[in-house]
């Protein structure tokens, strides 16, 4: 775990546990949703090039439906951050608690009508592609470095090539464990039970932003950047 920083407060601890998210729902959906991700857009855009090669196991309508699904909540998670500019915990709270809402009802959903049908996969990929297309709109919108939360790549660039930065191992670590819980999950247990977990994290991170954000005068770490 990296250590306190006043400049960015709760947000680092809570960005870690969105990544966990990541990790939990990527999982759900590369393992029983088609080989698709609903977080790791790079990845399905790759898959997509795949599919369309006529590689078996793969299907180009998921991957569009899931990147379709990611840009119409990037495009409203920036919404949401353009309407809240000026109090990062706010706006935190505010589109965690949005991202709630849509996992509950993709849990609920995997509860009562399964995942094999077409019409609950497709709504499944939906619910959890939007989700999470918010969350990376709005964590770009927050600027805290070295925690994007859905994608790694740079990030394990920067931390071997700079070799510095305990951010950027723990951002590793907690999608490792996310992936590993939500695969363990799914294996398992069932898909409703992992994205309960990730749904009880997303409930974790939005009450404990709202407490720590209400605060007045606003502390330090709300001020955009």
């Known amino acids: 775990m990296p250590t306190p920083d006043p400049e960015h ?4 601890p809570m960005l870690l546990a969105l990544t966990v998210v990541t990790g939990v729902v990527d999982a759900v959906s590369y393992l029983e949703l ?9 990845g399905n855009v790759v898959f997509l090039g795949f599919a369309l090669a006529g590689a078996a196991n793969l299907s180009a309508t ?12 990037a495009l ?7 309407r809240l500019p000026g109090h990062r915990g706010h706006l935190l709270a505010a ?12 849990t609920v959903l995997a509860a009562v009508a399964g995942h094999t049908s077409e019409p609950a996969r497709y709504t499944l990929i939906g619910l959890l592609g939007f989700a999470m297309g ?6 770009r919108a927050l600027k805290v470095p070295d925690l994007t939360t859905t994608v790694l790549t740079m990030t394990i660039t920067a931390l071997a090539a700079d070799r510095t930065g305990p951010r950027r191992l ?7 464990a996310g992936a590993l819980l939500g695969a363990l999950l799914v294996l398992h247990a069932d898909i409703p039970l992992a994205l309960a977990l990730a749904l009880a994290l997303l409930l974790a991170v939005a009450a404990l932003t709202h407490r720590a954000a209400r605060t ?10």
């Open 9 to 12: 407060g709760p947000l680092v």
């Open 170 to 176: 723990a951002s590793a670590v907690w999608m490792f």
């Open 34 to 42: 088609g080989h698709v991700f609903v977080a790791n857009m790079t």
């Open 134 to 139: 918010g969350q990376n709109a709005v964590v």
């Open 62 to 73: 998921a991957s569009l439906a899931a990147l379709a699904a990611f840009l119409l909540g």
């Open 95 to 106: 589109a965690v608690a949005v991202q709630s809402a849509l996992v509950a009802a993709a």
């Open 216 to 225: 007045v005068p606003a502390p330090a770490w709300t001020h955009p950047r």
């Open 76 to 82: 409203a998670g920036g919404h949401l951050a353009r």
